[in-house]
Each structure stands twice: as structure tokens, then as C-alpha cells.
């Protein structure tokens, strides 16, 4: 059971264009979300949260989205960049579960063209 | 300057042999965990310890064990009985006590069966 869908497995993108990442979830418990940056034979690096009372947190280039209605997030880079290039992951968390797992998404390979 | 170590980098285990993947933080984090990444598939939790001497399965347990005697340590052993190891496995930590906060990862083990 895919609780956390990244439906994109790779996006495309001329540089100084707008990235959309997109991501939907099925448990309607999850109130936490964060997007992770990963490199090749790396470990996954923070990026941008956003809390289910909000429906958009802005961090320089890095805007997600919410959409609790329809189970919906997406991230926005804008504009992108050629090191922008690399697969991102989504994550979801439930208030009340165990510590602060994280639920991941299967990630969307991001690749910015110079 | 804190952070997690994962060691070592690339692995190679033979058919029917267990092998120990190490995971050290000096973040002083009480939660650990282990996870796992194939293409395609995201990443998927082994299992979680949110304090010592004690721990969970996550979602695909089995063929895995783990010990918790150190806050600071979380190894992992793949044994003989993973049908299929070569993967690449990731360690993160996070602060129990903050609902869904991000975690910090390693930079990773890729284990490959020869």
C-alpha cells in the first residue's frame, strides 16, 4: 500500500524555467511534509516542509504547495538550475504515530537542461 | 561537527554470509533508522529505534536484524536470509521529541551480493 505517490518518475527542464514536483498521499492522517534533495550515492538532504495548517511555504527558489482537499503537494523551483538536477523525494509524517517516521515517495529524477 | 557516518561506503557480500553495515551519529538524537533503496521504489524503512535498548520493524524486516545498545550506534546486519540484499542502504536520525521533524542522513552503504 503506496501511501505517498510520486506519479513522475523523471522531469525535464530548460534552466531558468519553472520545476513542478508533484505528490499525492492517501492517509488523510499525515499532517507534516517534506521534500528531500538526494545525489548520486548520497544521503537525501532536507529541503523545504510544509505544516498542514498552511497551504504554501516559500524558501528562496523553493515553494511547496498544499492541497489537503485533494490529498495533493507539489514543489516549485523557480527558477531552475542546472544543479537543481537530481532526485527528489517527498516524505509524509502522522502526529500521534511512532516518533517522527517518515513515509517516502518513490522520488522524480530532475534534470535541468543548461 | 555533527553529523551521521556510514561505513563503509560500497560492500560486497558473498552468497549465504551475513555482513554488518555500520551507522554513528554525534547528533545526540534519540531516534535511528535504517532504510533501503532499489530504482523505482523510493525508499523503504528496515527498521526504527527511537530509544536504546529497544526498536521496530519498519516495512520490509524481514531478512534484517539491528541492535540499539548506544544511542549513538545503530548497526545493521543483512543476513543470509535477505532473498535480495544489493541494495542501497541509507541510516538517518531525528530528535524524538519533535513531531515530524526531518531527518539527518548518511551519505549511504551500497551493498552489493557477488
Known amino acids: 500500500d503506496q501511501q505517498v505517490k510520486q506519479n513522475s518518475p523523471s522531469l525535464s527542464v530548460q534552466e531558468g524555467r519553472i520545476s513542478i514536483l508533484n505528490c499525492d498521499y492517501t492517509n488523510s492522517m499525515f499532517d507534516y511534509f517534506l521534500w528531500y534533495k538526494k545525489y548520486p550515492a548520497e544521503g537525501p538532504t532536507f529541503l523545504i516542509s510544509i505544516s498542514s495548517i498552511k497551504d504554501k511555504n516559500e524558501d528562496g527558489r523553493f515553494t511547496v504547495f498544499l492541497n489537503k482537499s485533494a490529498k495533493h503537494l507539489s514543489l516549485h523551483i523557480v527558477p531552475s538550475q542546472p544543479g537543481d538536477s537530481a532526485v527528489y523525494f517527498c516524505a509524509a509524517s502522522a502526529r500521534g504515530t511512532s516518533g517522527s517516521r517518515l513515509t517516502f515517495g518513490e522520488g522524480t529524477q530532475l534534470t535541468v537542461n543548461p | 561537527d555533527g553529523g551521521i557516518t556510514q561505513s563503509p561506503k560500497y560492500l560486497f557480500r558473498k552468497e549465504g554470509q551475513n555482513v554488518t553495515l555500520s551507522c554513528e551519529q554525534n547528533l545526540n538524537h534519540d531516534a535511528m533508522y535504517w532504510y533501503r533503496q532499489d530504482p523505482g521504489q523510493g525508499l523503504r524503512l528496515i527498521y526504527y529505534?527511537?530509544?536504546?535498548?529497544?526498536?521496530q520493524k519498519g516495512d520490509i524486516a524481514e531478512g534484517y536484524s539491528v541492535s540499539r545498545e548506544k544511542k549513538e550506534s545503530f548497526p545493521l546486519t543483512v543476513t543470509s536470509a535477505q532473498k535480495n540484499p544489493t541494495a542501497f542502504y541509507l541510516c538517518a536520525s531525528s530528535p524524538r521529541d519533535r513531531e515530524g521533524y526531518g531527518y539527518t542522513f548518511g551519505s549511504g552503504t551500497r551493498l552489493t551480493v557477488v
Open positions: 529505534s527511537q530509544i536504546v535498548n529497544d526498536f
